[in-house]
């Protein structure tokens, strides 16, 4: 049975499909659910499925990356994690903290990798006039948003779409993406996962 940590920074909608996904045949459980910020309200969500939680606040660690980094690793090592997802965790990690877990650290991301790494993904697909967005699950690397991508979900663009909307849609697929790429990472399959808009 495969040990998975999650890292959170806000509402946590992601961690909570997955937490929900690993019953079962499922090859992995949850160990632990972990935020930069505790007062992110998906810690109380993991809390109330059974999982345990725990919080490093970075404000704490005030430009000391290194420093929140320790922090951060103690409680996530004593969960013996094998793999390491990052859902909707919003602080980029040094390469020192990636190597840690380099080959079993996914992230998602808002975007049709390898178009829009970075932030505001869904007005940058607008303004461009795409078709089409989505998002991407990943192997964390050291390059922010760039490591192979494990599963990609698309939904097209409709007109009169405001970042609001179709960040709204492609949340969405991330719920129906996330689970299904951990499911395959967990036994060891590294076919990416293609889905569209039900
Ligand atoms: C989602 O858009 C996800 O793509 C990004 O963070 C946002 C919020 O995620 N990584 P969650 O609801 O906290 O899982």
């Known amino acids: 049975m495969k040990r998975v940590a999650i890292l959170i920074s806000g509402g946590g909608s992601n961690m909570v499909r997955l937490v929900e996904s690993m019953t ?5 459980r949850t160990v632990i659910v972990g935020s930069n910020d505790p007062d992110a309200g998906g810690l109380a969500k993991a809390a109330a499925m059974g999982v345990p939680t725990f919080a490093v606040d970075h404000r704490a660690y005030k430009g000391d ?3 929140f980094e320790a922090a951060l690793l103690e409680p996530l090592l004593a969960a013996e994690p094998d793999i390491l997802c ?15 877990f380099e080959g079993r650290m996914l992230n998602i991301h808002p975007s049709l990798l390898p178009k829009y790494p970075g932030l505001h993904t ?9 078709a089409e967005a989505g998002a991407s699950v990943h192997l964390v690397t ?13 939904v097209p663009v409709l007109a009169g779409d405001t970042a609001d909307t179709l960040a709204a849609r492609v949340l969405v697929q991330e719920h129906r993406l ?8 967990a036994r060891g399959d ?3 996962v293609r889905l569209s808009a039900a």
């Open 122 to 130: 869904h007005r940058r697909a607008i303004e461009a006039g795409d």
């Open 65 to 67: 990356r290194a420093a």
């Open 190 to 192: 590294m076919t990416p």
């Open 178 to 185: 996330y689970p299904e790429v951990l499911r395959r990472f």
């Open 86 to 100: 990052l859902a909707g965790f919003m602080r980029i990690l040094t390469p020192a903290f990636v190597q840690r």
């Open 142 to 154: 050291s390059e922010l948003d760039a490591g192979p991508i494990l599963g990609q979900a698309r």
């Open 24 to 28: 079962g045949e499922h090859p992995a």
